[in-house]
Nanobody, 124 residues
């Protein structure tokens, strides 16, 4: 089970830190990812982090502004979001998969486990 939190309303240029706590799975064996979905849009990849946390991947618009991190001792993955823009407004979901291959990690269909989502709203 994945439980996401940390969303909210923030002005453009502000920051938020999302958290996703996992239970019921061996956290260190899972690739963790964040996706987001705006109204009327498909769910899109934001960032992912390798099982041991040594490697990260980002969607182009997130590079340099967002940072994904993972604390295996706390079974938690984070997404630090800085310099937020109105275009970042969406519901953010965390996802996990134990057997994903690297060529698939940007695809929502590749993940077995999903959190419930947390709303991020960035005002201009």
């Amino acid at each position: 089970q994945l439980q996401a939190s940390g969303g909210g309303l923030v002005q453009a240029g502000g920051s938020l830190k999302l958290s996703c706590a996992a239970s019921g799975l061996t956290f260190s064996r899972y690739v963790m990812a964040w996706f987001r979905q705006a109204p009327g849009e498909e769910r899109e990849f934001v960032a992912a982090i390798a099982r041991r946390g040594g490697t990260t991947w980002y969607e182009d618009s997130a590079k340099g502004r967002f940072t994904i991190s993972k604390d295996n001792a706390k079974n938690t993955v984070y997404l630090q979001m800085n310099s937020l823009k109105p275009g970042d407004t969406a519901v953010y979901y965390c996802a996990a998969d134990g057997g994903i291959i690297m060529s698939s990690l940007r695809y929502a269909s590749a993940y077995d486990y999903w959190g419930q989502g947390t709303q991020v709203t960035v005002s201009s």
